[in-house]
């Protein structure tokens, strides 16, 4: 029995020593990665929003929601926005905006786009289980639910997400009232609202905001509206981004350092990982 124990005490000590020689921090994957394992961010799929506290860069995402794409660049361009406020941050919720200039060429109204036909996507599977999808993953940097037996796949509201507000209706939202999921990924919202992006750098500024004393955290005051100095997109900025590819070698082995976390602090690592957990990197490039 003594042996017994014995054997089991250098067993689990040899593994320990194993899973920490094995899996690699997030910061030796991304210090070891090649400049082919990150994709430009085009300029014109980049959203700069700037406050008075500091700029938020968003990235768009066409693929998943290309009218309400084109309609937020249609209002931004009319100057829609030009007098625009964040009107709601809701505490672990939303941080949520809305415009009172013309609307230009742009529609009052679409068709909801809350998923769209997964067989052109390359979709790279994350084995994690979820209770919103039978399988989930990412496609071009951006977390997303499929429906392998409905053919469906969509984006999912997990933290930094940007959707497009609606009324009751599935086709009165257009793009003019935007949020940003600032808190746990209400994931219930998913194939609900139209996604049409993330917050890439610069959340700080939105999570950090007062939260609205209203009903759903509204601000009850004009007084409390926070102001939007500014929306252009990324044509007009000299420098850009990148993000890390999200189906290469190099991004299955940051998924695995952040299942298998092997820094001394952690008594007993999960193991384990779901979709909003998984970090999506982006750096800035000149």
Not at 133 to 161: I, K, Q
Not at 189 to 201: A, H, K, S, Y
Not at 226 to 253: E, H, M, P
Request: aromatic content about 10%; charged content about 25%; overall charge negative.
């Amino acid at each position: 029995m003594v042996i017994a124990l014995a054997f089991l005490i250098v067993v689990l000590a040899v593994s320990k020593a194993d899973v920490q020689q094995t899996w690699r921090s997030m910061g030796e994957v991304l210090g070891a990665s090649a400049d082919t394992d990150w994709r430009d961010i085009e300029p014109q799929n980049l959203l700069y929003m700037e406050l008075d506290s500091g700029m938020i860069i968003i990235e768009l995402a066409p693929q998943f929601a290309p009218r309400h794409v084109e309609n937020l660049r249609k209002l931004v361009n009319a100057g829609h926005f030009k007098d625009a406020s964040v009107k709601r941050s809701q505490d672990n919720y939303v941080a949520q905006w809305s415009g009172s200039g013309p609307l230009g060429e742009a529609k009052p109204g679409l068709l909801p786009e809350f998923y769209r036909d997964a067989k052109s996507l390359d979709f790279t599977p994350l084995d994690s289980r979820d209770a919103y999808a039978n399988e989930v993953g990412f496609v071009t940097g951006f977390p997303v639910g499929r429906d392998s037996a409905t053919g469906r796949a969509w984006l999912s509201h997990c933290y930094r997400m940007l959707g497009a507000g609606r009324d009751t209706a599935a086709d009165s939202g257009n793009a003019a009232e935007l949020y940003v999921v600032t808190g746990h990924a209400p994931r219930h919202l998913d194939r609900n609202v139209t996604l049409l992006g993330r917050v890439i750098e610069g959340i700080e500024y939105l999570t950090t905001l007062p939260r609205g004393s209203g009903p759903l955290g509204f601000y009850e005051h004009e007084n409390d509206y926070v102001k939007i100095r500014s929306l252009r997109f990324g044509t007009d900025y000299d420098s850009g981004w990148q993000a890390l590819r999200t189906n290469t070698d190099t991004f299955q082995a940051l998924v695995a350092a952040r299942r298998h976390r092997n820094e001394e602090w952690f008594i007993d690592p999960a193991g384990a990982i779901e979709l909003c957990n998984v970090p999506l990197p982006v750096r800035r490039v000149e």
